[in-house]
């Protein structure tokens, strides 16, 4: 695979045949892409489909890595070990020769090619069995999932919308620089160059609103799989982030009315991390013993007797813990390693099945809209619908809760602080509302958005592969 150039790889369709790919089309059907001669039936389409959710279940992408890159890039997690497994991220030490920015660059773009790959597949389903709802279900997953992954890549190695107006990333036209889009499959002549962050933005949000119309199903493949109100949630997130906020709020309250999936109540908030799914899962990266990210995932990293590269620091722990009345504060506990030493630690991904390898990394959950709504009303003044969601939230998760009587934004940070603790949220959140902060990895340097290393590098490989088409984040360009 390294000897070929990756981004070929990634958006022709020979990446459907490299040889990363032959050992899961020779091992199980479920996972893997079949060619043009065997997608023959909806049965044979929906296979593939579940091969590209496969490709986000990785070392570089939500079972392992990229699913807490949020916690250790912010203001509360720490490595008390350094394997470099995953440390340097948290460290903010990558470049653009980087197994990370390659890995995650590499793996996203991967994922993206398969989905652009089955969107072409779908052609080869019957037309009699076009008709059936499921078909519907799957086209809208693929929109769904494209734009999901754009959005990862374009918060990995783009500015954020909130920060466009002072970027230096631009290109020879004065555009803020987004990311290359893999809107289709291109030819191996191709040269990708970045969209603008415009353009790229935009692009994601269009792909959430033809998933949104294709999407019959609230909850697929055991939650494992983008329903409709997950599309939904995904695109309201999206909204927050481009500042879009009586849109974002709009759109959160319609999924919190109209989604099957409630929010888990304080007496089974902690017990809902131990099952399949997690508390009010709407769309999870769902790991088991044979697919998983063995060594390099979310529960090897956060338990005791392993890695151990994202910890909570004292003032996590003291900030989660600061109430007692908070069921939260239980997802993270003490307990002994194997030389008898206490450790405290987080315990969202202790594993299923007595394997801490195999966890559900949950992209987005029924919990998120609420934050979402909150945060949305606050900024558009709307007190009423503000308190409302903060205050359905928190009813949920304290013991002998008494309504707040006004909320402010930070009130909603820190909410969002106590609620994602450990999962892929914080440097994001601080990041998109432009507040700088201290990296327990990093020491006493403050990272914000005018920081330049909280982007990761486009990898030296892609642009020496495009041919210099593809521009370098200033922060790493010279």
């Known amino acids: 695979m390294y000897k070929i150039k990756l981004y070929t790889i990634l958006l022709t369709i020979a990446f459907a045949f490299s040889s990363c790919m032959e050992s899961f089309l020779n091992e199980d059907p479920s996972t893997g892409l079949p060619d043009d001669e065997v997608v023959e039936s909806l049965t044979d389409f929906d296979y593939v489909v579940n091969g590209v959710y496969h ?46 920015a390659l890995g995650y660059w590499e793996q996203m773009y991967k994922a993206l090619g398969a989905v652009n790959r089955a969107i072409e597949l779908k052609e080869n389903v019957p037309a009699d069995e076009q008709e059936d709802p499921k078909y519907d279900q799957l086209v809208g997953e693929l929109y769904a999932i494209r734009a999901t992954i754009h959005f990862d890549v374009a918060r990995t190695f783009a500015d954020l919308p909130t920060y466009a107006s002072q970027s230096s990333n631009k290109d020879a036209n004065g555009n803020v620089m987004g990311i290359p889009l893999a809107d289709k499959l291109y030819g191996t002549d191709h040269l990708p160059t970045r969209a ?74 902690v017990d809902a991390w131990t099952k399949e799914n997690g508390p009010g899962n709407l769309f999870a990266i769902i790991a088991n013993a044979r697919y998983n990210a063995s060594l390099n995932s979310v529960g090897y990293y956060t338990q005791p007797d392993s890695y151990e590269e994202v910890f909570p620091t004292d003032e996590e722990i003291a900030f989660i813990q600061s109430d007692a009345n908070d069921v939260r504060k239980d997802v993270i506990i ?63 998760r304290f013991t002998n809760y008494t309504d707040a009587t006004e909320v402010t934004l930070d009130d909603i940070l820190d909410e969002r602080r106590r609620e994602f603790t450990g999962e892929n949220h914080r440097s994001y959140d601080l990041l998109r509302n432009n507040r700088s902060f201290l990296v327990p990895n990093v020491g006493e340097e403050e990272i914000s958005q005018a920081s330049g290393k909280n982007l990761f590098a486009i990898p030296q490989r892609e642009i020496d592969a495009s041919k210099g088409s593809i521009q370098q984040n200033s922060y790493y360009a010279n």
């Open 334 to 396: 003490t307990s002994l390693n194997e030389g008898g030493e206490e450790m405290t630690h987080l315990n969202k991904f202790a594993g299923r099945d007595n394997q801490v390898t195999i966890n559900p990394v949950q992209v987005i959950r029924i919990a998120e809209l609420y934050l979402i709504a909150a945060e949305a009303a606050v900024k558009e003044g709307n007190s009423t619908d503000a308190l409302k969601y903060y205050n359905d939230l928190r009813r949920n």
């Open 196 to 269: 603008s962050l415009e353009e790229t933005y935009d692009f994601i949000v269009a792909d959430y609103d033809t998933a949104i119309t294709f999407l019959n199903e609230d909850i697929t493949r055991g939650g494992g799989g983008v329903g409709v109100s997950a599309a939904k949630g995904l695109k309201a997130r999206v909204l927050l982030y481009l500042e879009r906020d009586q849109e974002a709020l709009d759109l959160a309250k319609e999924v919190i009315e109209g989604s099957s999936i409630p929010l888990v109540d304080a007496s089974n908030y």
């Open 55 to 100: 490709l986000m279940n990785h070392r570089y992408y939500y079972s392992g890595d990229f699913g807490v890159t949020g916690a250790l890039r912010g203001d509360g997690y720490k490595s008390l070990k350094s394997f470099n497994q995953f440390s340097p991220v948290g460290r903010y030490d990558t470049n653009p020769v980087s197994h990370f």
